[in-house]
């Protein structure tokens, strides 16, 4: 065997999107917990989420270990999102399966050495995890225009208004509420419910998903237990 080949080391990390409110009567941005790095290389920079690969663990299972070990978190949406391997990405040569979630409100919480950041405005991260966010970004931004995938970070029953918030914040940009609740109402993944929100304003209707369409569509793959959505 090639010396240079038992060099190399497979890690998994993981970008978790979820929303926040900075302040009252903002609107959400979407957020991203990191680590703080606490050895070289990299000491005292944030970081992804992650570990090692363990020799008789499956993918999905590494993700979901690393992510518990290092921030608490257990997200209900987790898929494979790309394999970075730049030779000069680590002091060591490392191959990072990179893997994104998002993170339903119910489902944060806060742990120690865990920060949560402001997605489109990062600080210097270790490695080569700007760039993975940026593309992590690039392809939740993407699959929202043709997937029901906004609902990974939404609770289970929700306004029109709330629905909207998501899709603003990940676009980074403003929707017209008409447009956007015709768009809505012809695309048959909503079931209205019974119930309303009450507050200052006139009582809005809850609305859920139809749990008979799939997040997102991940091909056949996605039958396999080892790329299964929680």
Not at 47 to 55: E, N, R, S, V
Not at 95 to 123: C, K, Q, T
Request: hydrophobic share 40%; glycine share 6%; proline share 7%.
């Amino acid at each position: 065997m090639d010396p240079e080949v038992e060099d190399i080391r497979v890690a998994v990390s993981t970008v978790i999107f979820s929303l926040r409110t900075p302040r009252a009567g903002d609107a959400p941005a979407v957020v991203l917990p990191l680590v703080k790095r606490t050895r070289d290389p990299f000491e005292g920079l944030w970081a992804l989420p992650g570990g090692w690969l363990g020799a008789c663990e499956g993918l999905d299972a590494a993700a979901s270990r690393t992510l518990g070990e290092t921030t608490g978190l257990a997200p209900s949406y987790l898929e494979q999102l790309y394999a970075f391997g730049a030779v000069d990405r680590s002091p060591t040569r490392v191959v990072s399966i990179v893997y994104w979630a998002l993170l339903r409100p119910e489902e944060v919480s806060d742990v120690e050495n865990v920060g949560w950041f402001d997605a489109a405005d990062l600080p210097r991260l270790a490695f080569d995890h700007n760039e993975i966010v940026e593309y992590a970004l690039w392809r939740l931004r993407n699959k929202v225009g043709y997937s029901r995938i906004a609902h990974g970070l939404l609770a289970d029953e929700f306004t029109l208004a709330e629905l909207r918030e998501v899709y603003e914040a990940i676009l980074d940009r403003k929707l017209d509420p008409a447009n956007f609740r015709r768009q809505v109402d012809t695309s048959a993944t909503l079931i209205p419910t019974d119930r309303f929100r009450t507050g200052s304003h006139r009582p809005a209707r809850l609305y859920r998903y139809n749990r008979d369409v799939e997040l997102a569509d991940r091909g056949p793959l996605s039958r396999s237990p080892e790329t299964s959505v929680r």
